[in-house]
């Protein structure tokens, strides 16, 4: 029974999973961002954090988290190392002292711009173009979204 193909069976292959598939490409994308922002000082988390930042800074601890999908226990420490990069800098509300904005400093605001050659090098990698790689993430984007909504079905 061990030798047998449990396929036979009606269990899906691994390699015909969805799921398998999306996280395959999750680690490919870190491996593949890794070296790209190891030059700017960045982890990859990081990274989704400053993206968020360099649009538009000030956002509550609370915002970041929601924005990225990432609880306080994953992004404070994360907020933490940025902090003591000279990256960002966080601040208390002047309004609602309970919360704690996210703000930029000269040094973050100086690595937009390196922050920009980022996705052209991820671009060539993929071997895409600009409009190719739009539609995939608009078709990731109904995945999560689909998914989201069914876990709060549950």
């Given at each position: ?6 396929t ?21 994308f ?9 030059e ?16 538009q800074?000030?956002?509550?601890v ?33 309004r ?5 904005r996210i ?12 922050g920009?050659?980022?996705q ?8 895409t ?10 078709q ?15």
């Amino acid at each position: 029974m061990a030798d047998q193909d449990k396929t036979e069976q009606g269990m899906p292959r691994l390699e015909q999973q969805l799921c398998f598939a999306v996280y395959q490409v999750g680690h490919a994308f870190n491996r593949a961002y890794r070296p790209i922002l190891a030059e700017l000082g960045l982890t990859y988390p990081q990274y989704l954090v400053m993206l968020v930042l360099w649009e538009q800074d000030g956002f509550t601890v609370k915002e970041l988290g929601e924005k990225l999908m990432l609880d306080s226990g994953t992004l404070t420490p994360l907020l933490k190392r940025l902090d003591a990069a000279g990256i960002i800098r966080r601040e208390r509300d002047a309004r609602d002292e309970r919360q704690v904005r996210i703000l930029l400093t000269e040094k973050g605001e100086r690595m937009r711009e390196r922050g920009r050659c980022v996705q052209d090098a991820i671009g060539q990698a993929l071997g895409t173009t600009a409009p190719d790689a739009g539609r995939l993430r608009d078709q990731l984007d109904l995945v999560r979204d689909a998914l989201l909504a069914a876990s709060r079905d549950v």
